[in-house]
């Protein structure tokens, strides 16, 4: 590394190279420290944090790329608090190189990191932008990147005292967010799990097969995880091409949308990036809006259980109730789902098919089915307007639906390799810190999964726990 003077104490720069592939085979905190910030496209954001006409003046004793990457060794070595990080640095000569520090002497104060956290959080569009390279890269090695989708929300806490007014607490900006639960006991009964916390959310779009982010959002805990769908899908969608994504274009898009969509003729989607994919989510986005509009404005195929309402009268679901999907079996009174034969996207419709094994009389249709005879039985085409819940592009209760939403678990992975970050409570209070706190540990999964790829190890981008086999 070379040395320089700074106004104050010496410092050191970090010594630019090529990522060596062999460099990468160190299991340790510090080697995945190493190689994420060799690979973190950081340049154009250390610029415009270096300015010398910011208002609150450059920090003389250290340079905007100090700084950053001390907070991403935050991260990495999964310190909840700024402290911790600090007293860590000035004992571990090691951590002090990898980050660019000569000395004891030379580590920040801690007035030196909060005064250079505001400035930080003015560079959200150049941080989008970092997230939307590394997306790209990755793509890049991986054509399928980002065909196989699932969205999900985390609880991140607030490092403050819950109040039953939040505006009583140290953090005014959080609030309460509830999580139930419904399981079945061995007896068969069933019994609910209420989870409270408070601070916020961090919303994930996630790539399930290779379990890496696309997008994300961090919003107050209550906030409806619904609303985030489309946002984070066109986000993920502009991410991939290399693109910062821009909300307000976006919002623009949607003031559009919705003036067309009153009109006679059809308005056309707003994107079909992600024409024909399978979005799985939770029951949280079992909303009509939800099903219309993935289908309308971005062709994909939601993949969400219903959110179960009973009809105590007649002691079944008000699904199987209402809908079309449903038939008797005249001679014993049973009913049976008609048999899913797939989606037909030119005419918008599921095609469905008679139940019936074809080795006898039709028990639910009699003679219009014909696959006693050879036929191929009574035929039924729902179009998915008639009801956007009840019959989506992938019909459930089928061995595909089945697939597609167990794949939902890798969400669920990527949470726990956030949490193994110290995402999920960290010593912040405040929208804007916890949410660069979460934008920090994305990026380190995504940098530490580009540096896997440049390394030649593709089989270890799913995984924060080695660094190598």
């Not at 190189?97 to 930080?120: I, Q, T």
């Not at 167990?406 to 804007?432: D, F, Q, T, W």
Request: charged letters at 30%; aromatic letters at 8%.
């Amino acid at each position: 590394m070379k040395q320089r003077e700074g106004d104050g104490c010496t410092m050191r720069e970090p010594q630019l190279r090529l990522f060596p592939a062999d460099a990468f085979a160190a299991d340790s905190d510090l080697g995945r420290l190493t190689t994420v910030l060799e690979v973190l496209p950081d340049e154009a954001l250390c610029r415009a944090l270096d300015r010398k006409d910011h208002p609150q003046g450059r920090n003389k004793n250290h340079t905007a790329r100090q700084l950053l990457h001390v907070m991403i060794a935050g991260v990495v070595f999964r310190h909840e608090k700024q402290t911790l990080l600090l007293d860590e640095l000035k004992r571990n000569s090691d951590l002090r190189d990898a980050v660019g520090l000569w000395g004891a002497e030379s580590v920040p104060k801690d007035y030196d990191m909060s005064r250079f956290l505001p400035r930080l959080l003015e560079q959200e569009a150049l941080i989008e932008a970092m997230v939307a390279e590394l997306v790209h890269e990755i793509r890049k090695h991986f054509p399928d990147f980002g065909l196989h989708q699932a969205i999900d929300g985390m609880e991140v806490h607030s490092y403050a005292r819950g109040k039953s007014d939040p505006a009583e607490s140290s953090d005014p900006e959080a609030t309460w967010g509830v999580k139930t639960r419904r399981s079945k006991r061995k007896d068969g009964s069933l019994y609910e799990q209420v989870y409270k916390w408070f601070g916020y959310k961090l919303h994930l779009l996630v790539d399930t097969q290779y379990e890496l982010p696309l997008a994300f959002r961090v919003t107050t805990a209550s906030h409806d995880e619904a609303k985030e769908l489309l946002p984070l899908i066109d986000q993920a969608a502009s991410h991939l091409a290399g693109e910062a994504w821009d909300r307000e274009a976006w919002e623009d898009k949607q003031a559009a949308w919705a003036e067309q969509e009153g009109t006679k003729d059809k308005p056309e989607p707003v994107s079909r990036v992600f024409e024909g994919v399978a979005l799985a989510g939770d029951k949280a986005h079992d909303q009509e809006s939800t099903f219309r509009d993935l289908h309308q404005q971005y062709r994909m195929k939601p993949v969400v259980p219903l959110v179960e309402h009973w009809d105590k009268a007649e002691g079944l679901s008000v699904y199987d109730r209402d809908r079309h999907t449903r038939v008797q079996n005249e001679e014993t009174g049973e009913y049976a789902d008609l048999t899913w034969l797939g989606y037909e996207k030119d005419r918008e419709t599921s095609k469905y098919g008679c139940p019936c094994d074809g080795t006898g009389p039709c028990p639910y249709f009699g003679a219009r089915c014909n696959k006693s005879r050879g036929g191929p039985g009574a035929l039924f085409r729902i179009k998915v307007d008639e009801n956007w819940r009840y019959y989506p592009a992938i019909a459930r209760d089928t061995k595909k639906w089945d697939r597609e939403y167990n794949k939902r678990s890798a969400v669920e992975r990527v949470n726990s390799r956030l949490a193994l970050l110290e995402i999920k409570k960290s010593g912040y209070r405040g929208h804007g810190k916890i949410a660069m706190r979460c934008a920090l540990g994305v990026l380190v999964m995504l940098a530490h999964a580009v540096a896997c790829l440049r390394a030649g190890k593709p089989e270890l981008v799913r995984t924060l726990s080695k660094a190598a086999a």
